[in-house]
Every structure is written in structure tokens, then in C-alpha cells.
């Protein structure tokens, strides 16, 4: 057990600690099939990001990667409509190759919405590895761009083996792993240790203790990203869960906020983010 | 404001497949307990589900002497073949502290309804004595929930580990329905706004604190409820009021 820590008491009196923002950097919206979402809209979302203290979520609509009748104008639409909290991934399909081609053509023209992709490939069942998402791949790997996976160990669609081939193939991009190859975690560390812009994100890890202490322990924290699934899990659960692993408080800010405003640096300015 | 923070959903002992740092002992657990800032717990061993349901309660009876901030939950069976309920079931469960049931019937193979459990779980009902079902720990399904609810309808009933994805759909719809109902809120708090939203709906009164310990982080669930946006009087409720009116409550 570790001591408890200043951080750990600051969030726990207070909820939100000033100097130690939150980044979310894998958050969704909207609603989904599978499960009632309590807060599905872009205001429900602001309203809970003030209040618990998050300075951006990075997200992907659920209908720009479930509902191509929808695609990622519900993005832009909510980007758009708060700001000063919301950025999103632009969705990719590879199921609609043609969509794919337009929606990278335009990236450019949302300059102010988007900072990186997002694929969902064990959902779209195509692997992160076909030429269909190569557009996507292009334009990230270019201008080193975030390409969140959505990960499964031993994924044929998102696993070990087809990160490592796009981790060879795109050497630029800085590629996510959303739920860092759940339960291949000797996979998912030595992944990190061989590629230098990859980076493990948290969501559903923290769903087993001790992972994240293996993680730090192998790998330090450098590497290591928050996320939640937002609006899918909550803030405050995630929070406290990194907060009660057994890692320094300087392990929790480097997840926090640190190493995300590293990777959103390239893109635009996170701490110029105006909202309190 | 911390709330006291009486958890109903805490493990220990050593599990047939391996956990990380799980308490190995009751004195391992409240350490963990008081690292957390854990007040009382209602604790089982692992060893009831994993080894054997007899020796498993046996072995937490023993472990519980004396210890003043844990209750216990005794491991059923099938009564027709008297490896658990026998006459005097109901007195060994007060001298040993033990206030609540717990049931795997998948994992124990038996059925979980009133075939099997008739008389047991009326007087169960009757004396008030919570009986607890996992959604996750090889415990119960929805079905088996919805069915066992169904012949027994005014059985006080946890449930347990709800699910890693929202479960309002399920649980919703018991908690309208039966008023002895009650969610424990570990993987609830991991819902965003799943506090809050059954709160408002249903009432503080039907959610209890429960961390998962060891599987999950405890800070994880304290943290979420201790800054729901909910009134603080129902924050209290749901950290340790309930469960320690259903304890209370209960007649052995």
C-alpha cells in the first residue's frame, strides 16, 4: 500500500484540484445501442466536465462511428457548440471507403473541431491494418497526428499483432491504445518499449488492479494516458481509481494532464484552452 | 464532507486464480480497510465460492472472531442436501456474526428458485436477512434474478457487481417493482451519473457502497460517491445509513 498522498487527499476534499487538471483523451457521445447513456448530449457534457474539473475531452460521437446516415457532423456539431472543453476525433469507417476518402479530405476544413482519428475496428470488423483506413493513416502519419485505436488483445481486427504492423508501417502518427490491448498486458508494455509513438490509454484497464502499477513499473509514466469512455463511465471513478494505485503523485499528474498536453501540442495549444 | 463508509461488497483470502495484493487474511483486509478510509465492511471469503461453500463459511466465522467492523455473509445451498442449512442454521449465524447470505448457483450448480429454496428463503424473507447476488463473481444472471425476484417478492435482495456496462435496463425496472431491492453501487459509480440518475428516480435509499475489493480499486467508488451531485444527506445514506438499518434490521 502506498501513503496516502497529497494529491489523493486534494481530489478527495475538494473533488477537483486546480493545479491538477484532467485531460480525457477517450470520450464518446451520443446515445448507443447497448446501454442507457445517463448524459448523451454535448451540454450534459460541459455541464459535468466543469464540474469535475476536466479541461478537455477528446472524444468520438457514437453516430460518427455507428451511424454513417449521421457521421461525424454530430462532431462538429458538438465541438462547435462548446468549445472550450470539446475536441473530437474524426470518425473513420472503413466500411464506407468512400466516406473515409471525404471525411480526410475535409479534416482540414475543421481545424477548429478535430485533432486527430478514431477507429473502432473490433466493432467495424476490418482490421487497423486495411487499406481502407489508409487515408486516415496518411494524413495523421504527415502531420503526426493522434489516431486512437480502440484495442482488444488478440484482436484479429485490433490486437497485438496488427498494432505492431501499423506501429512499423506509421512511425509518426502518435497512435492511442484505447483500453491498451485489454488483457494482453505483457503485449500491450512491450509494444511501448519498441515504439516510440505509442502510448497506452486507461479506460477499462482500471477495471483490474495492479495493471496500472505494472505498467509505471515497466514502462514509467510517460506513456500513459487518461481516458474514461466518457459519457459510457465517470470522471470521478477513474479519478480515484488512478488515485489509489500504487504510483507517486507525479506518476498521477503525468496522467493527468501532462503527458496528454505533450501529444496535443503538435496540434493546437491545449493550455490555451479558456475555460475554468 | 467524507462520509462513513460502510462497504457491503469486500473479499479476502486467496482466490484459486490469482488476484493483484488481494488481503489474504481478515487482518490483511482491514488494513486495506483503513488505508481506504473504510469504516466496517460486510465481508466473505473466497474460498466459500472457490472451495467449498461448508468449509468456506467455516473458515470466515473463524476469521471474523472479535473483529468488531466486519459482519459476514454465509454461502447457501440447495437445503435437501444439508451440507449448509441445517435446524439450527439461523442460531449459528448470530453467534458468528454473519448477517447476510450470499448465493452462486451457476458456479455451485443448483438451481436458485423456489423448487430448490421454498421454505428457506420465506422465513429468509421473513427474518429479513439480505441475500446477496453477484452479476459478475460467477453468481447470477439476469434471468435468475428476475425469476428468483418474481417467487419471492419481498426478499431483501443486493445486487452485486451489476455489470461493467450501464444497467439501468435491468435494474431499473427491479427497483420499480420491488422494494426490497437494493443495487450496491461499485460498478453503479463507475456508470457517469449513475448515482445520481437512480437517485433521483428511485431514492438514496435502495443504493449501498461497495467497492469490489480486491478485483477493483475502492478509491474508485468512494471517490464517485463522495462527489456525486447529490445532497449530502443522501451521500450518507448510501455510504453506510443503508446497510447498517438492513444489518439492523435483520432477525436471527
Redesign the interface.
Known amino acids: 500500500?502506498k501513503k496516502?498522498t497529497d494529491l489523493?487527499k486534494a481530489?478527495?476534499?475538494r473533488?477537483r484540484v486546480p493545479d491538477c487538471p484532467i485531460y480525457d483523451l477517450h470520450g464518446h457521445m451520443g446515445p448507443s445501442y447497448?446501454?442507457?447513456?445517463?448524459?448523451e448530449t454535448a451540454a450534459q457534457a460541459d455541464t459535468?466536465l466543469k464540474?469535475?474539473g476536466i479541461r478537455l475531452l477528446v472524444f468520438c460521437h457514437h453516430a460518427a462511428l455507428m451511424a454513417p446516415d449521421i457521421g461525424n457532423a454530430a462532431n462538429i456539431k458538438a465541438v462547435r457548440a462548446f468549445p472550450d472543453r470539446l475536441r473530437a476525433y474524426c470518425g473513420i469507417n472503413p466500411n464506407y471507403p468512400d466516406q473515409v476518402k471525404k471525411d480526410v479530405a475535409t479534416f482540414d476544413r475543421y481545424t477548429d473541431v478535430y485533432v486527430g482519428f478514431k477507429l473502432l475496428a473490433d466493432y467495424h470488423a476490418i482490421p487497423i491494418t486495411d487499406p481502407r483506413n489508409e487515408p486516415a493513416w496518411a494524413l495523421a502519419e504527415a502531420r503526426a497526428l493522434p489516431v486512437l485505436l480502440h484495442t482488444w488483445g488478440n484482436s484479429v481486427y485490433d490486437g497485438q499483432t496488427v498494432i505492431r504492423k501499423v506501429a512499423e508501417r506509421y512511425t509518426q502518427a502518435k497512435i492511442l491504445l484505447g483500453h491498451s490491448c485489454h488483457s494482453c498486458w505483457d503485449e500491450a508494455i512491450q509494444l511501448v518499449k519498441d515504439f516510440p509513438n505509442v502510448y497506452l490509454e486507461l479506460c477499462?484497464v482500471?477495471?483490474?488492479?495492479?495493471?496500472l502499477?505494472r505498467f509505471v513499473g515497466e514502462l514509467g509514466s510517460e506513456r500513459i494516458i487518461f481516458g474514461?469512455d466518457?459519457?459510457?463511465?465517470?470522471?470521478?471513478?477513474?479519478?480515484?481509481?488512478v488515485?489509489?494505485?500504487v504510483i507517486s503523485d507525479d506518476d498521477c499528474r503525468n496522467i493527468f494532464y501532462r503527458n496528454a498536453e505533450k501529444i496535443l501540442g503538435g496540434v493546437f495549444n491545449a493550455k490555451s484552452l479558456t475555460a475554468k | 464532507m467524507k462520509p462513513t463508509f460502510f462497504d457491503a461488497n469486500l473479499c479476502f483470502g486467496r482466490p484459486i486464480r490469482t488476484v493483484y495484493q488481494p488481503a489474504k487474511t481478515a487482518a490483511d483486509l482491514q488494513r486495506v480497510m483503513a488505508h481506504a478510509g473504510i469504516a466496517k465492511g460486510l465481508v466473505w471469503h473466497v474460498a466459500q465460492r472457490d472451495y467449498a461453500a461448508s468449509d468456506g463459511n467455516r473458515l470466515l466465522a473463524k476469521a471474523l472472531a472479535g473483529r468488531k467492523n466486519m459482519y459476514g455473509c454465509w454461502v447457501i445451498l440447495p437445503p435437501q442436501t444439508d451440507e449448509i442449512i441445517t435446524p439450527d442454521f439461523f442460531r449459528r449465524m448470530q453467534r458468528n456474526r454473519i448477517m447476510a447470505l450470499r448465493a452462486f448457483p451457476d458456479y455451485h450448480r443448483y438451481l436458485l428458485n423456489r423448487v430448490v429454496f421454498g421454505k428457506f428463503l420465506d422465513e429468509v424473507t421473513e427474518r429479513r436477512i439480505p441475500l446477496l447476488l453477484s452479476l459478475e463473481k460467477s453468481s447470477v444472471t439476469w434471468p435468475v434474478v428476475y425469476q428468483i425476484l418474481a417467487e419471492f417478492p419481498n426478499l431483501t435482495c443486493i445486487l452485486c457487481d451489476i455489470g461493467i456496462w450501464n444497467s439501468d435496463r435491468f435494474t431499473w425496472p427491479l427497483l420499480e417493482t420491488y422494494p426490497n431491492v437494493f443495487l450496491e453501487t461499485s460498478l453503479l459509480s463507475l456508470e457517469d451519473g449513475g448515482i445520481e440518475e437512480t437517485v433521483a428516480r428511485y431514492g438514496a435509499e435502495r443504493l449501498l457502497f461497495g467497492s469490489n475489493f480486491p478485483e477493483r480499486y475502492p478509491e474508485g467508488a468512494m471517490l464517485a460517491i463522495q462527489h456525486a451531485a447529490i445532497p449530502t444527506a443522501d451521500k450518507k445514506k448510501i455510504a453506510s445509513a443503508n446497510l447498517e438499518g438492513l444489518i439492523q434490521g435483520a432477525q436471527l
Open positions: 500500500m496516502t489523493k481530489f478527495f476534499a473533488g447497448g446501454l442507457h447513456i445517463n448524459r459535468v464540474r469535475v477499462a482500471m477495471d483490474e488492479r495492479g495493471i502499477e474514461t466518457y459519457p459510457w463511465f465517470s470522471h470521478h471513478y477513474y479519478i480515484g481509481t488515485l489509489g494505485a
